[in-house]
Nanobody, 124 residues
């Protein structure tokens, strides 16, 4: 199995920055995507960003494009989410996820492995 452990959430003022980390361990896959989803109170879990196993391709939701950056450190088996210019509407629980697939699926239902989530709160 796969274990994903997130860290780095917290409270920040609008316009501020946070960096989330997700450390992966356990089973290895030859091809996969790692990504971040978020879920605000009363809303469905939504896709935020993902990175391909080759690290050559990244994908973003329109709502975070230009403000968030996903990256990875293969040596540490860790994926990062740098969030800049945060807005109150970014407030949510952020989940790290892994999908052992050839193709990116933006629906959370298609992702197999999940972290426990980390709270991000942006005050206005």
């Amino acid at each position: 199995q796969v274990q994903l452990v997130e860290s780095g959430g917290g409270l920040v003022q609008a316009g501020g920055s946070l960096r989330l980390s997700c450390a992966a361990s356990g089973r290895a896959f030859s091809r996969y995507f790692m990504g971040w989803f978020r879920q605000a109170p009363g809303k469905e879990r939504e896709f935020v960003t993902a990175i391909k196993w080759t690290s050559t391709s990244t994908y973003y939701a329109d709502s975070v494009k230009g403000r968030f950056t996903i990256s990875r450190d293969n040596a540490k088996n860790t994926v990062y989410l740098q969030m800049n210019n945060l807005k109150p509407e970014d407030t949510a629980i952020y989940y790290c996820a892994l999908d052992p697939s050839w193709y990116l699926e933006r629906s959370s239902n298609s992702w197999n492995y999940w972290g426990q989530g980390t709270q991000v709160t942006v005050s206005s």
